[in-house]
């Protein structure tokens, strides 16, 4: 295997919108209700990020403990907060329908599959998708690139399929978020000591969390730190592409994320290939 090029995609945000969505206040919301969530405690989208998520996020994403496990444990605690007699049952099934509706949403936009099968087609390129995620996110995310026809595995299991040239690195997986270096010398640790020459990062660097969340809060700092650890960690050169869209509140938005898969695939297709993304079989 003779790569020159690693490929690293962020996911949520970037590969998929949908999550996005889901996470902005009126559809979160709905989902709370829709769930069952409210009778919990968890009654806007407020208390279920300064709740919920955020106390229990660094451990969730660097742990195989899942969001459904942490998330049940979180929402117990509240209820003891109240005069609220609730069954861990109850509680496990409302969680149950909140993690399932959410995890359907972590779907990869139609619009990136040319480019990512053109990557694919080229076996002088390997590609992380590499998240800061839920245990249950892996197989999801490996699970889209099989139903398109497109070898992916999880990266720990990349030894057991050394032809493939897609992995997904999931920081529940690897026990650091991409902040950490310890995220990037896992991977390197796991793959072969290639002589790279180019590194291509497309990343929203979380510039589509929700504002009010403390994940949000150091957006700069995790844009600096990430590239500075790719840097450090793969000693290439480092073409980044920032995967900024302003507005992605709705589905009404979604033309402009389509817009910039178009304008950031043709970017990669010309630096890689020389040639417009508009060529590329769908």
């Not at 020159?4 to 945000?13: A, K, M, N, P, Q």
């Not at 510039?207 to 700069?220: D, K, L, M, R, W």
């Not at 389509?258 to 695939?265: G, L, M, Q, R």
């Not at 890689?272 to 079989?281: A, I, K, R």
């Amino acid at each position: 295997m003779n790569i020159r090029t690693l490929v690293i995609f962020d996911f949520s945000g970037t590969l998929s919108v949908k999550a996005v969505l889901f996470s902005h206040s009126a559809r979160l919301n709905e989902e709370l209700k829709r769930a069952g969530l409210t009778e919990f405690g968890v009654s806007n989208d407020v208390i279920f990020w300064d709740k919920i998520v955020v106390p229990t996020w660094h451990e969730a994403v660097t742990s195989g403990i899942g969001y459904e496990t942490s998330m049940v444990a979180q929402v117990l605690s509240l209820c003891a907060e109240e005069p609220v007699d609730v069954s861990e049952e109850r509680v496990r099934s409302a969680v149950e329908r909140f993690v399932r509706g959410y995890m359907e949403s972590l779907t990869i936009e139609e619009e990136w599959y040319p480019l990512l099968r053109k990557l694919n087609e080229d076996e002088s390129i390997f590609t992380i998708v590499a998240t800061d995620h839920y245990a249950e996110a892996t197989e999801l995310i490996v699970q889209h690139f099989q139903r398109a026809n497109i070898r992916c595995v999880p990266l720990g299991k990349w030894q057991e399929d050394l032809g493939c040239r897609f992995v997904v690195a999931n920081s529940a997986d690897i026990g650091f978020q991409k902040m950490d270096v310890r995220y990037w010398r896992t991977c390197r640790a796991l793959l072969p000591c290639w002589e790279l020459e180019r590194i291509l990062v497309i990343d929203d660097f979380r510039s589509h969390e929700p504002v009010q969340t403390s994940i949000a809060e150091y957006n700069g700092k995790y844009y600096e730190t990430v590239l500075k650890c790719i840097s450090e960690v793969f000693t290439a050169p480092v073409f980044e592409f920032f995967f900024n869209v302003e507005v992605v509140r709705s589905e009404e938005d979604l033309f402009k994320f389509k817009s910039k898969i178009a304008e950031v695939s043709h970017s990669i297709a010309d630096l890689l290939w020389g040639e417009d993304c508009s060529t590329l079989s769908s």
